[in-house]
Every structure is written in C-alpha cells, then in structure tokens.
C-alpha cells in the first residue's frame, strides 16, 4: 500500500511538536542547573522528567503512525487538543506569533487525522502472533 502525502505531513507534524518539546526540556535543564529559582527542586525535576517523557512519546507516535499503525491515531488527537488547549489563550493573551505557531499545525493534524486516506492506511493492528 502507498504511502499518502497527508500521513507524511501527520508525522512531521508530530516529531516537530516532539522536537519544540524536546527543546523546552533542554532549555528547561539549563535553567536548572544554572540555578534559576524554584520554589521545589524535585518539583522541577518532575517537570524535566514528564516534558522528555512526553517527547519520547510524541516521537514515539510519530514514527509508528508514520509506519501505518492504529494506535497512534488517538495519541496524535490527544497531543492536538492538549496544543489546541495551550494555543488559544497563548494567541489571546498577547503572544500572537507562538499562538499561532501552536495552532496551525495543530488545526492541520486534526484535519489530517480525520481523513480518509490517513484512516485507511493508519489502520494496522499489532505485530504478536496468536497466543494458541
């Protein structure tokens, strides 16, 4: 089965979020180790932590729903309602430009998820045998 442009576009999309995420994280542990303040040290560890986990599995979505699994449909429409979620107040209180930096690849993965060409090549299921 071809590959469509559109799942191609989705995956991007989604290892760009991944890798803005990614950045944050070092950007993040920067300030970190620099001694920047915080009101809990192992808070902002935590913090660190959950932003490479959440790379890790944008990544993660990214590279499967690009190979034509099912799963990663569901994780990509979570991640872009969770962008969606930060984009409009970032666009309405005053940071026009990183607003829309979130919004519109976020607006154009769930257009892209929701087509048909995306649905029926994103439709493979697991890789185990049958158990008996």
């Not at 890790?56 to 690009?66: G, M, P, T």
């Not at 969770?82 to 430009?97: D, E, K, Q, R």
């Not at 979130?102 to 993965?109: F, I, Y």
Request: charged residues 5%.
């Amino acid at each position: 089965m071809v590959r469509p442009l559109a799942i191609v576009i989705l995956s991007l999309i989604v290892a760009a979020e991944a890798g803005a995420l990614l950045v944050a994280a070092g950007w993040y542990a920067v300030q970190l180790t620099t001694g920047a303040p915080v009101l809990s040290f192992w808070g902002a560890v935590f913090t660190l932590v959950l932003l490479l986990a959440f790379s890790a599995w944008l990544f993660a979505v990214a590279y499967f729903l690009h190979r034509g699994f099912r799963w990663p449909r569901a994780g990509a429409l979570v991640a872009q309602v969770f962008v969606l979620t930060i984009g409009f107040p970032t666009l309405t209180g005053g940071y026009a430009a990183a607003g829309l930096a979130m919004l519109l690849p976020a607006a154009v993965a769930v257009v892209l998820l929701f087509r048909k060409s995306v649905i029926s090549y994103a439709s493979r299921a697991g890789g185990a045998p049958p158990a008996l």
